[in-house]
């Protein structure tokens, strides 16, 4: 089998602008990007896509533009499509409708469940609802920077809530993460992302003025990494097909860059001599397979490694671990630096 090469591109997605109730203009946005050394951001202000005339190449930054479907509950970014999807139906029918005009879409903050609901809470309602009625796969966000902080941040007194943010960043809730492995390990191919859900928020405190939290420092958080067969093409619709087909097949990974740089490839399998990448599907009926976790990086050499299969830890290493599995299933890689939640992988599947 012919080896295939990868290209990887880091991006960051969810981010609100002034054309929703963002405080940063298109410019602030595309400024912290470039700063931040990003390939490519995905903007989702709410239930508008006012921000599309800037989608295309701003040098060496690509642009996208979705929205955030915005109901009371159950809050969806909607991607790929080129007109608002009406959020003032059932849940289900903005999904389909999202995927009936050539779209897909991520369920946003599916957990976030601070009890004071005065601050802005949208939890997913109803967790039977994961899919567009066609059968097509859709995303969650396991993990929801400004909802983990928004859950925890009572932790820290304030200002330290808004200038020392890290220890309240405690990464995917359990709940998230049993779900989204139960639903690979049914056969629902279910793709998950990180989301900043930036909004740079300015808060008042003791007569001074505070940003939660900074374009430039959110984007230098949770960082989404996707895998590509060729370059990005400076044609940008071609582009963006190639970043949008590649979330949607779960050909990504991301970090939190707080603890620790983008990693290049760090969880491939290897069956005779074909390496296959993350969101690749191999058979156990053509060979041994072995399941790699490598972070070639020295300064991630001290990393804890987790392999997950079919929603239980099956084996550990710090900086790389090697694992033969003798049965089908979906296989993903955690890790954690310092102690905080680190990295998190999609699958690699693996068929009998």
Do not use: C
């Amino acid at each position: 089998m012919a080896e295939q090469q990868r290209y990887t591109y880091a991006g960051v997605l969810h981010i609100h602008t002034t054309h929703s109730d963002g405080t940063g203009s298109l410019t602030d946005v595309l400024d912290a990007a470039h700063e931040s050394r990003l390939d490519w951001i995905i903007i989702t202000d709410h239930d508008t896509r006012a921000a599309s005339p800037a989608e295309g190449w701003h040098n060496d930054l690509l642009v996208l533009v979705g929205h955030e479907v915005t109901p009371t509950q159950s809050h969806f970014l909607a991607l790929d499509v080129a007109e608002v999807i009406n959020r003032e139906q059932p849940t289900q029918a903005f999904i389909d409708e999202t995927y009936a005009k050539g779209g897909f879409g991520v369920m946003a903050h599916p957990d976030d469940h601070l009890a004071d609901r005065t601050l802005g809470v949208h939890p997913w309602s109803d967790w039977e609802i994961n899919r567009a009625s066609s059968g097509a796969p859709i995303g969650i966000e396991i993990w929801n920077l400004m909802a983990d902080w928004r859950s925890n941040r009572d932790s820290l007194p304030r200002p330290e809530q808004f200038t020392r943010p890290e220890p309240t960043l405690k990464g995917p809730t359990a709940n998230v993460l049993a779900w989204w492995d139960q639903l690979n390990v049914q056969g629902q191919r279910t793709f998950a992302l990180g989301g900043l859900d930036a909004h740079a928020f300015h808060i008042h405190h003791a007569g001074e003025r505070y940003v939660v939290f900074p374009y430039f420092w959110l984007f230098q958080t949770l960082t989404n990494y996707v895998l590509l067969d060729a370059p990005l093409n400076r044609d940008w619709t071609t582009a963006s097909r190639q970043v949008y087909r590649a979330l949607q097949q779960g050909q990504s990974y991301f970090v939190n860059r707080l603890y620790g740089p983008l990693p290049q490839s760090p969880f491939t399998a290897q069956q005779a001599s074909h390496t296959a990448h993350i969101g690749d599907t191999l058979a156990l009926a053509d060979g041994p397979i072995t399941l790699r976790g490598e972070l070639s990086e020295p300064a991630l050499a001290d990393t804890e490694l987790r392999l997950i299969g079919n929603g239980d830890g099956l084996h550990t290493g710090t900086g790389s671990l090697h694992y033969t599995p003798t049965a089908p299933g979906t296989y993903r890689l955690e890790g954690r630096r310092t102690g905080q939640p680190w990295l998190y992988t999609n699958p690699i599947y693996i068929t009998a």
